[in-house]
């Protein structure tokens, strides 16, 4: 079955930087546009930035272009968030997916924790 874990997540201070990893399965990785989405408590789940399956192009939300950076690894089905500059909004849940996601197929997330 599909699955992903999530994991490099953890609280910094702002400006400071963490990298995400997402190990995905049960699916074709090389064929999947993969995105790292997003949740804060008490908010709707948002799209962070996406990367396309083969020539890697990528699309960032606005408020993140600039700091964040999604790469993939086809070999490894692991798809990354480089993120610097990390400002205190971005603290949430980040959890990776396809694009379109697989609907009830979510990992564990990874906590992202940005406070002085």
């Known amino acids: 079955q599909v699955q992903f874990v999530e994991s490099g997540g953890g609280l910094v201070q702002p400006g400071g930087s963490l990298r995400l990893s997402c190990a995905a399965s049960?699916?074709?990785?090389?064929?999947?546009?993969m995105t790292w989405y997003r949740q804060a408590p008490g908010k709707e789940r948002e799209l962070v930035a996406s990367?396309?399956?083969?020539?890697?192009?990528?699309t960032y939300k606005d408020s993140v272009k600039g700091r964040f950076t999604i790469s993939r690894d086809n070999a490894r089905n692991t798809v990354y968030l480089q993120m610097n500059s990390l400002k205190p909004e971005d603290t949430a849940a980040y959890y990776c997916?396809?694009?379109?996601?697989?609907?009830?197929?979510w990992g564990q997330g990874t906590q992202v924790t940005v406070s002085s």
């Open positions: 997916n396809r694009y379109p996601p697989f609907k009830g197929s």
């Open positions: 049960g699916f074709t990785f090389s064929s999947a546009i």
């Open positions: 990367v396309s399956a083969t020539i890697g192009s990528t």
